[in-house]
């Protein structure tokens, strides 16, 4: 008896809701984690806030790589082909090899003189640095754990991710009660949580790759195969360079937030660790709609790639208008969570609201650029992303804080205005269907 085959929304949500899980109970550990430093005062929050735009940029080329591999994985596993499946898990392995032992090298080399490269005070220098390098010591096993998750999130495996990420969180909740508090160690004792954590984390998550059917490496041998690494560096590069603009606009814009002083940055940290929990809707329907659209592009089936693709929107553009609402109420509350200081607090409260007003068109923005990753097609969120960082961002917070003197408020305003135009150009670029009519001609639908 044939089976019936399930409605497009629930095939979306049966992969989405494991990784809107994975990020609604990360982001709730993650809370309880700022919170544990949140009461040693504004400064071990600053000395945390200070290089966490620089570990995102660091992580920035293995996150690009996990698009490639999982566009790769994705395409193959639609159109049914084994062996190029298992060639690519191949590849896979070799590029967490090599990005792990190079990103890690270099992070460890670098950390004594991020701070002061990031232009912060004398104070925040010394455990600032301590912090950085060793947060980003097990790079290695950060590699494991984000390209091994793309692999099996392709195959339509979110739970395995999902399960292991959860775990990892709540292991760095217990480790860092016990190093900070019990030992007595503050900001280094919830570097060394972190790192553990990561360390835990990336051998199971290797555990899981090796083990799942669809990406066993029986019969393939684990060396650089140019064919099958071809279209992942193809994919991969611009998202690279997405990454890495995007990211470094992120260590120069948080610069310019620390030349305002340790109570601007620690109400600028607390804040954007207080609106991740409202773009849980967003990253989690990015992984489905990433997925998806790649299955269809191997399945050549043009009319469910665009399907697909818009519905996904459409779930995701409610869900954050019901997001972004709540977050513009309860600011403060928010806020709260993190810490006691009034002052930080009352920072914190505007630049919320402030987010709040672009969370539907934010979330848009991560659907589209999740789909044409999706699809390997890169370049044009590359040069989106370049313009709206540099140009919008970056060049009006310069403006505002050198030139103008103004403050906190002013910044976030540019961070809305980049975040809201990069999802403006990115549905423009999508509903002209360029892209679909170059990937997919017309009438070769499910040919």
Sequence with gaps: MQSVPKPQWRVIFDLAWPTMAEQALGTVVQYIDTGMVGRLGAHATACIGLTSSATWMVNSPLWAFGVGVLACTAKAVGAKDEQTVRRTASQTVLLTL?????????????????????????????????????????????????????????????????????GINVLNIILNALLIYGCGWGVVGAAIATAVSYAVGGIVMSACFFRNKRLSLRGTRIRYDREAMAPIIRISVPVVGTRLATFLGHVVFSSLVTSLGTQALASHTLALTAEQAFYIPGYGMQAAGATLAGQALGERDRDKLWRVSRTVMTFTILMMCLTGGILFLIPRQMMALFTADAAVIAGGVPLLRIIAVTEPVYGMGIILEGVFEGVGETRAPFVYSLVCMWGIRILGTVLCVRYFGLGLVSVWLCMAADNSCRGFMLAVKYFRRNWLDRLLPPGRAAD
Aim: charged content about 15%; glycine content about 10%; hydrophobic content about 55%.
């Design 98 to 166: 090599v990005l792990g032992v190079i990103i890690g090298v270099l992070t460890l080399v670098i950390s004594p003189f991020l701070p002061a490269w990031l232009g912060a005070e004398e104070s925040l220098r010394r455990d600032g640095g301590l912090y950085f390098g060793i947060v980003c010591s097990p790079m290695l096993f950060r590699a494991a754990l984000t390209l091994f998750a793309a692999s099996l999130r392709a195959t339509g495996d979110t739970r395995t991710p999902m399960f292991i990420n959860v």
